[in-house]
């Protein structure tokens, strides 16, 4: 019977676990602006982040959100010159305020960019 119960427990606290991992999937990098995570994009092909300091006080006061601002970058491609990328990057917040409404945003944009901060020539 104590093996039964052990089994149980130990099931339970499995699915738990699971569940929670399965909720929060990406770990997020907080960051006080893009750079970072577009560096990390171009090593690592996408990175997730979550804006802190005072950038996300601004963006939260303008659109009325307590809510995290989280980003994502992802490569698209390498660029010709070494170290660059064009990448995506996706910015969203819930609850936001905007012309009397509120609901969740998501702005997406693309950007080129490379690992030294600079943004390449045009060829």
């Known amino acids: 019977m104590n093996y039964l119960k052990l089994f149980v427990v130990g099931t339970l606290a499995a699915l738990a676990l699971g569940q929670?991992?399965?909720?929060?999937?990406t770990a997020r990098l907080q960051v006080s602006d893009i750079k970072p995570l577009l560096i990390r994009a171009?090593?690592?092909?996408?990175?997730h982040g979550v804006l802190v300091g005072e950038a996300a006080t601004y963006v939260r006061q303008k659109f009325e959100s307590s809510?995290?601002?989280?980003?994502?970058?992802?490569?698209?491609?390498?660029?010709?010159?070494?170290?660059?990328?064009?990448?995506?990057?996706?910015?969203?917040?819930?609850d936001v305020l905007e012309k009397a409404q509120r609901g969740d945003k998501e702005l997406a944009y693309q950007v080129s960019y490379c690992r030294d901060g600079r943004f390449p020539e045009k060829r």
């Not at 929670?20 to 999937?25: D, E, L, Q, Y």
């Not at 601002?69 to 910015?91: F, K, M, W």
């Open 20 to 25: 929670r991992a399965s909720a929060n999937p």
């Open 42 to 47: 171009i090593d690592q092909g996408s990175a």
């Open 67 to 94: 809510a995290p601002i989280e980003i994502d970058v992802r490569t698209l491609y390498a660029l010709p010159q070494p170290g660059c990328s064009r990448l995506e990057v996706t910015t969203r917040q819930k």
